[in-house]
């Protein structure tokens, strides 16, 4: 039965909405990390004067992000997402054996 507190999350999945995936997430804070950066290069651009401020955004730019999301995104999805789709392939394709409950051994 469902509450009243758990309706939003049940007309989200009847419209086929869903919460992003891990992936997805961090494709959402690597834009609100970049976007919040030129913001602040936007705010203050006597920051791009500053020798620390030019790392961090080097490492943002090279570094940090195209690593992590290399390996975010290059990688394949979950092992259990894989190995149900196997399962599921295996089980589709294993003959069906029928028994005989007045056979005898």
């Known amino acids: 039965m469902l509450t009243?507190?758990?309706?939003?999350?049940?007309r989200r999945r009847k419209r086929g909405l869903s919460l992003p995936d891990f992936r997805g997430w961090a494709a959402i804070g690597f834009f609100a990390i970049t976007f919040q950066s030129l913001l602040m290069i936007d705010?203050?651009?006597a920051l791009l004067g500053v020798p620390s401020f030019m790392q961090f955004i080097s490492?943002?730019?090279?570094?940090?992000?195209?690593?992590?999301?290399?390996?975010?995104f290059?990688?394949?999805?979950?092992?259990?997402e894989?190995?149900?789709?196997?399962?599921?392939?295996?089980?589709a394709q294993a003959?069906?054996?029928k028994v005989d409950p007045n056979a005898t051994v």
């Open 43 to 45: 705010h203050n651009p």
């Open 74 to 80: 290059g990688g394949t999805k979950s092992g259990a």
């Open 59 to 72: 490492m943002l730019s090279t570094g940090g992000v195209l690593l992590v999301a290399s390996h975010l």
């Open 4 to 10: 009243q507190k758990d309706e939003p999350i049940d």
């Open 95 to 97: 003959p069906v054996h």
């Open 82 to 91: 894989t190995n149900a789709k196997l399962a599921e392939t295996i089980a």
